[in-house]
């Protein structure tokens, strides 16, 4: 399969930034350049290969089907997908909380 072309949404830009910025602040510039490295490089593989993806069918409508992959240990990345592109829709948190 032909790579898809990516495509980020305004609010996964924002998520990102607001993620690295956070590791900036709190463990230092290589920590965030590792995190975006590796968020980037994982949308890079999902645009190779969109159904490795997890089908998140609460989160999905009748015309949008919503995929969740875990990026980072912390992280994953929330996107759907047609035959041309991939659209990065967010970056939500994988931890639970607690209560």
């Known amino acids: 399969m032909k790579p898809l072309r990516i495509v980020w949404k305004k609010q996964a830009l924002q998520r990102v930034d607001e993620i690295a910025d956070w590791y ?5 510039g290589t920590a965030a350049r590792h995190f975006l490295q590796g968020i980037s490089e ?3 593989t999902l645009s190779g290969s969109p159904y490795i993806g997890r ?3 609460r989160r999905s409508t009748t015309k949008v089907r ?6 980072h240990p912390k992280y994953k990345i929330v996107y759907y997908f047609n035959t041309r592109s991939i659209y990065i829709v967010t970056v939500h948190r994988t931890l639970m909380k607690n209560g």
């Open 42 to 44: 994982t949308v890079r």
């Open 66 to 71: 919503l995929y969740s992959f875990v990026a």
């Open 24 to 28: 900036e602040g709190y463990m230092g």
């Open 55 to 57: 089908l998140d069918e």
